[in-house]
Each structure stands twice: as C-alpha cells, then as structure tokens.
C-alpha cells in the first residue's frame, strides 16, 4: 500500500503538459482500476468464519475475511510496471524539446496575468468615474504628471492656461469645468504655490453661477466645497458666500459659505490689511445683527468663541 501511495504521488508532482494529459489519465484509471482490489468491502461468502456477538437482544454478525497475500502483490507488481512506463514515455516528451515549451508556457501565462490585471484596473476606473465623475480626469493623467510639472515650467503654464479655458468654455458640460478647477488647484498643490494669474476671480464666478443654475444637489455642493477653499482675495467672492449663507436652504452648504468667510478673513489678515478690516466688519456685522437663526448659528460655531470675537472685532478697528 505504501508504494502505490509513493507512485502515484510522484506521478502527480511531474509537470503537466499538453503531451502528458493523456498520460497523466491513463495513471488514474489504472489507480481507479485496482481500487476495489484494496479498498472495497468484501463480500460474505458461506465459507467465511463468522463470530456472532449479541448486543441488546440483536445479533450483530462479524466476518473475518481471510486477505489473499498473493492476488495483491501480484497486483501491486503489475501496477509499478505499468506506473514506470508511464513515467518513461512522460519524460521522453519533455525531453523532446522541454525549452521551447516552458518559454511558451511562461510566456502565455505571463500575458493572461497581465490581461487580467489590465482588466481589473479599467473597471476600477470606470466604477470611479461612475462614483465620482469630478475627479474622472485622474484616470488619464500621465504616470509622470507631478514631475512635469515640477521640472517643466513651460508644461505647468500651458497646463494652468488650457484649465482656465476649460473652465470659462460655455460649451463645456458642467461636470468638466468644474473638474478643469479641481485639477487646476491640484496643480498648485503640487507645485506648492498659492496663486496664479490663472487662478483668479473669474474662474471661481462662474463655477458659483454653475452652482446656482444647477438642480443636481451633489453636483452643487462638490462646486462650492470647491470655491469656498479658495485662496483668491476679492470681495466679490465674500458677497456671493454671504448669499449661500443667508438663501440656502441646505444646513450644509450654507456651514461651507460660513467656512467660506472665515476662510476670506484668515487669508486676508497676511496678504492684504485693508481687506481683513472689511471682511472682518463684514462677519461681525453678520453675526451680531443678522435676524436670521440659522446664519447666527453658523457663525456661532466658527466664531463665537470669546478670543475669536475679540481677534475679530480687533480687525474691524484697524488693528493688525
């Protein structure tokens, strides 16, 4: 029993190849063939000596079946001749040209891999850009973007001019120019800088137009999280948060136009003095005398606080 088990075993473990198959069966039908010779249940003949043992008033019958030695190992002699051939008409095909068939091998299934792969990453991308189609632009970025934009001034400027474009074309669907504007601030962020000239009023006015005109709620709010992280200084953009903050039926958009403000205040405080005194009139004003709950209490929460009233109110007087 033991050499079986060893042969068969080591048949199994050669390579398996398109000329092997048929081999490779052969070896299990012979295996399937003696099986009932070691495996299967023998059957009670009357010669058999029978012990008979009794349990709870039944008789339960134990036959002692005598092993024919002989039948097996002839069996099992004729088994291991027939596996050894086998395994030499096996190794004669691998023998016959056993290069060229590992290199196709590896080959075919160095392309499946790589076919499954490539499958795999393209419906990743389409799900995200069905989930997020903002940030579809990603997926067609090339591998070496950053760096080109780091080394390559010329290829950042012309970039920067081609998104603001994209973002001022009225033909454009909506969902595109508003993600010219959120590639235009990755870009930045890349290249570490706070501003360009591209990067000006215009291009966040109409994003907000965009915004107003829009009745897809998700499409609305991606286009002001966008606008009210803003580093451009204008008070015009103060004018249209306050809007948002005062009109919105929407708890949280009109928390991002209070965010939007605060944001205009902080931002102005090292760029521009007589702007932070505005803006900082201007968020006062709206938080003391705005007869509207729902604006006092956005501001509240960002403002309210004693030191932040105080740091405001120091503004609004022309301090710095």
């Known amino acids: 029993m033991g050499k079986l088990a060893f042969y068969l075993w080591s048949t199994f473990l050669m390579p398996i190849n398109k000329g092997s198959v048929a081999i490779v069966i052969a070896t299990i039908a012979i295996a399937i063939s003696c099986y009932g010779t070691f495996f299967a249940k023998h059957v009670v003949t009357p010669h058999a000596k029978q012990n ?25 002699d004729l088994l291991n001749k027939k596996i050894t051939a086998l395994q030499l008409q096996l190794a004669n095909l691998q023998m016959q040209n056993p290069a060229f068939e590992e290199a196709t091998n590896h080959d075919e299934f160095k392309e499946l891999v790589i076919t499954v792969l490539n499958e795999k990453d393209q419906q990743e991308a389409e799900k995200m850009r069905k989930s997020n189609p903002l940030y579809d632009f990603y997926a067609d970025l090339p591998e070496d973007y950053d760096l080109r934009l780091k080394s390559e001034p010329a290829y950042a400027e012309n970039m920067a001019v081609q998104l603001r474009q994209q973002i001022l ?13 959120a590639q235009l601030q990755m870009n930045l962020y890349i290249l570490n800088q706070a501003n360009i000239p591209e990067y000006d009023y215009e291009v966040f006015k109409n994003v907000l137009d965009l915004a107003d005109n829009s009745h897809d709620d998700k499409f609305k709010i991606q286009a002001i999280e966008i606008t009210t992280q803003s580093p451009v200084l204008d008070y015009r953009l103060t004018e249209r948060f306050t809007a948002l903050l005062e009109q919105d039926s929407n708890e949280y958009i009109r928390r991002l136009a209070g965010q ?25 004003s709206l938080y003391q005398d705005s007869a509207d709950d729902n604006v006092y209490s956005v501001l509240n929460e960002m403002i309210g606080n004693e030191n932040m009233l105080a740091e405001l109110q120091k503004y609004a007087d022309g301090g710095s």
Not at 52 to 58: D, E, F, K, L, V
Request: hydrophobic residues 35%; glycine residues 4%.
């Open 52 to 76: 008979a043992i009794h349990q709870n008033g039944s008789e339960i019958v134990v036959t002692n079946i005598p092993l024919n030695n002989d039948y097996n190992e002839l069996s099992i």
């Open 169 to 181: 074309d009225q033909n454009a669907s909506d969902i595109n120019r508003l993600a010219a504007l």
């Open 260 to 284: 939007g403000l605060v944001t205009q205040f902080y931002q102005a405080q090292s760029e521009r003095s007589d702007y932070s005194q505005q803006i900082a009139q201007h968020i006062l």
